[in-house]
């Protein structure tokens, strides 16, 4: 083995030391620096690489200030989510991705007063079953267009969400043998 390469390989298992030395002396803390790290070199290589042309057919909807303003704060109803949604297929595009993840029920579902009214209604009286849960409405919304949601990881465990859902039935099958 040449020189060089020697120096080469005794560099790298010495950077790969010291990358683990610091990760198990700084805990959990490592992983924002390493993760800094990791930004800094893709901001260096899309630097180097150069702005690439575009070819115009992908377009990135914001939720800039101008909307928030017309429609109200995020997050919005789901309702509105999925009529958006709609309205964009309706238009012709071809996929739609959310940056977005709807962790929580949409609070502003009319279904979920339905206790607060039911003492109100006659006997037997029902809603209807549609539009009267946003949550169901934005996901017939993804079933009927093509729209790829967002996702997390929770690398943290324990969330209050699990809990709940573990609660509200909503397991699955395979893992928990129901």
Known sequence: MNTFRRASVLVGLATIAAALILYLA???????????????LQDSMFRIRGPQPHTGSVVIIDLDERSLAELGQWPWPRDMVADLLR?????GTKVVGLDAVFAEPDRTSPTR????????????????????????????????TRTILGYFFDMEGGRPGKKRAAAAGLHHPRRHGG
Not at 29 to 37: D, S
Not at 136 to 141: F, I, N, P, W
Request: no cysteine.
């Open 26 to 40: 700084a805990g959990r803390e490592a992983g924002r620096f390493f993760l800094a790290i990791d930004y800094r």
């Open 87 to 91: 309205k964009l297929d309706a238009a």
């Open 113 to 144: 007063y339905v206790s607060v009214f039911q003492p109100y209604l006659r006997a037997g009286a029902a809603l209807p079953d549609t539009g009267f849960d946003h949550d169901v409405e934005l996901g017939r919304a993804v079933g009927d």
